[in-house]
């Protein structure tokens, strides 16, 4: 037990890391050229702040939060996703009352208690964008583009985009009262989780999974064919936006996100090789939502957040490799011990001018020290013992071609300045 990380964490060791820092780089890059800046917020929040924001009738919240009375007792949450802190932070930092939209970016480990499996875990990586202080379409439009080329610079150019409008209060009200007329009618082929959804929240039914629901719902009503005129002309204007921009989409009815705050634009970017975890990303418009955590009425907000695992996953089954950036430039092979502590000045100079430079230090033999300069890819070797020292020269080899010259010790990071 001691040796095994928890169930649904994972470690990320050498092997995988520079994967990480690459998606991530671009990621901040690619966030950059939208004019998106960073923003972190704590690892643990209020629990009250999820459950207003997510939504208490909400899997995350019912089911999955690592919630925990702290010493203080206090009841605290490790976030089960980034956006109810991005905005709690927006309102307490008063980010509003500066120049408008508020653009931010984040990636930020969360936690949920769910069952591991391929691209689910309980421990996993979000990269996300919140934008603030704009209702306006195009808002959307450039937020989905943003996922969009992040994914395409990353080498996925086949991921489905999937859009829908899941209304406004105003809509949604007269929806609900619709859908549950419906589902009533229904109670009895309806299996427990759905009989519950059906009086709280009523339009999660629609991502019920159950087979015989999927059955016997096949004419359910949905939310865009019945939003008002004011969600149906932001829908149509968004739709224009990302066809201007020859961004391929679908509309599908039946998303409905599994998060309470969103309005309006909902939607999801899924890639098909992942099996049943296939969201990559997924986010939507959450209007109202500052303002229902206390913050000034009527300033909008719109997000998605990227599944960093999966996004591993998928580019892995898209045989996607990303080069390890980290190469050894030169490995010291010493004879002896004179030869090993004069190494260091060496080594010193070489590191000081950013070339990176290892080594031994188990006391190999000669052979097993150039096995191991082999091992690691170091691009040169070169030799010192105790007639390099006393002449002042030694042997560089580059690795690659075998080629090898006599230089000075003292001259050799001028030259390979040239040769990197
Ligand atoms: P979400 O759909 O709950 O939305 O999560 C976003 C993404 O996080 C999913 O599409 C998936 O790729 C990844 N994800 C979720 N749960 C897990 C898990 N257990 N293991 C691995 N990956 C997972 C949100 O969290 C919203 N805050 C997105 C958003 C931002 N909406 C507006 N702004």
Redesign the pocket.
């Known amino acids: 037990m001691l040796t095994k990380a928890p169930r649904?964490t994972k470690d990320i060791t050498p092997k995988d890391a520079y994967k990480w820092n690459y998606v991530e780089n671009k990621f901040r890059e690619i966030c950059s050229l939208f004019g998106y800046e960073e923003m972190r917020t704590p690892i643990f929040e209020h629990t009250e702040l999820f459950k207003r924001s997510?939504g208490d009738t909400t899997d995350?919240v019912q089911k999955?939060m690592y919630s925990f009375t702290d010493k203080g007792e206090r009841d605290i949450t490790l976030k089960?996703?980034?956006?109810?802190g991005?905005v709690r932070a927006f309102i307490e930092n008063k980010l509003y009352a500066d120049t408008q939209p508020t653009k931010l970016f984040y990636i930020t480990p969360?936690f949920?208690y769910?069952r591991?499996q391929a691209?689910?875990?309980?421990q996993?990586?979000?990269f996300?964008?919140?934008a603030l202080g704009s209702d306006k379409p195009s808002l959307d439009a450039e937020v989905i583009a943003l996922a969009v080329q992040f994914f395409n610079e990353v080498g996925l150019k086949d991921l489905a985009v999937s859009i829908n409008s899941v209304g406004c209060p105003t809509c949604r009200a007269e929806y609900n009262a619709k859908l549950k007329e419906y589902l009533d009618a229904k109670s009895d082929v309806l299996c427990e989780t759905c009989l519950e959804r059906k009086d709280k929240n009523p339009m999660r039914v629609i991502d019920c999974k159950n087979p015989t629901c999927k059955e016997n719902l096949t004419d359910i009503p949905f939310m865009v064919d019945h939003i008002c005129d004011d969600c149906k002309d932001h829908f149509e204007k968004l739709q224009t936006y990302l066809k201007e921009m020859d961004i391929n989409f679908v509309v599908d009815k039946t998303i409905v996100?599994?998060?309470d705050?969103?309005k309006k634009t909902a939607f999801?970017?899924i890639s098909n090789d992942i099996g049943s975890?296939s969201?990559?990303?997924?986010?939507?418009?959450?209007d109202g939502l500052v303002e229902q955590l206390g913050g000034p009425k009527g300033v909008s907000?719109?997000?998605?957040?990227?599944?960093?695992?999966?996004?591993l996953l998928t580019m892995e089954n898209n045989n996607i490799e990303i080069e390890n950036p980290y190469a050894t430039d030169i490995f010291i092979v010493t004879i002896g011990d004179e030869a090993k502590t004069k190494s260091f000045k060496l080594l010193k100079d070489l590191r000081t001018n950013h070339i990176s430079a290892e080594n031994d230090h188990l006391d190999r033999s000669v052979k097993a020290q150039f096995k191991y300069s082999d091992k690691i890819n170091a691009k040169f070797t070169i030799v010192i013992g105790d007639d390099e020292l006393a002449n002042d020269t030694a042997t560089l080899k580059n690795m690659s071609t075998s080629e090898q010259i006599t230089i000075k010790l003292s001259e050799i990071v001028k030259e390979l300045k040239t040769r990197l």
């Open positions: 649904g997510v995350i999955e089960p996703e980034g956006t109810a991005v969360c949920r769910e591991p691209g689910r875990q309980r996993f990586h979000q996300g964008i919140e996100r599994g998060l705050y969103y999801e970017i975890q969201t990559v990303c997924g986010g939507g418009r959450y907000g719109i997000g998605f957040a990227i599944g960093a695992e999966r996004l």
